[in-house]
């Protein structure tokens, strides 16, 4: 697990630095701006170009780095723990059903660790990277983002118990469908009763699929409402402050653009 851990660490860090490296395009923007367009200077302009595009050539390598380190992760976890759980139950005589249990459990971890969906729990730390861009271009505009992104998080922690239920019901559901149509292949003819017993075990998995479906939608939806209302509010805010002559129009553009790159990692 010592090799787990480093490997969480690293695509932690790298997540970080890739956040970071995201804030050039709004500070491109800024500077473009209020630098090289008052001064009519093409060559600023061009240099700073220059700086974002290469910069975001970093921000892919270093994206490309974190998510090979958790897909070798995931895959060598897998291999690892799944031999060693076969050969400590063959040693203490565990029974096969908790042997696949733990199984499971192994191959939802391993399995979010290869298919990056441990990602937006790694990057979380580092949003406040993005609020405090905001209220260094004005203290309003990063407590409005922050508020917004804690509304965001909160919706999503709220709903995470019942949809992971929900999940399992599923998997359950689906894995005794998928037992029931091995059983029967295996057999020379199918039992009487055969259709009435796979409906009764499809209905249960349908319910369960069904349920998870609508609370997904439920939460899809609730936080795209969020989303879109704190563009709203950012802008009004930050229109607000312009009309004030509190806040440059570049340095609101700069501001829309880090808000949404904050949204985006939501």
Known sequence: MQQVRRALFAAFVLGGFASLIQLTLPLYALHAFESAVPAGSFETLGLLAAIAAGTVTLWTCVTAARDRILLRAGLWLDHTLGRHLLEEGERRGTPPAELEKDADALA?????????????ALEVPWLVLFVAALALLHPMMGAMAGLCAVLLVAVSLVQARPLGHLAQQVAQARK??????????????????????WAQLDRAHITSAYALGQRSALLRD???LLRAGAHVGLVAVGAWLVIGQELTLAALFACVLVNALLLASL
Do not use: I
Request: negative net charge; aromatic residues 8%.
């Open 108 to 120: 939802a971890f391993s399995g979010a660790l290869a298919e990056r969906a441990v990602v937006p």
């Open 176 to 197: 005794a469908t998928a037992m029931w149509w091995l059983a029967a292949t295996l057999s020379p003819s199918l039992p009487a009763g055969a259709a009435n017993e």
């Open 222 to 224: 609730a936080s795209g």
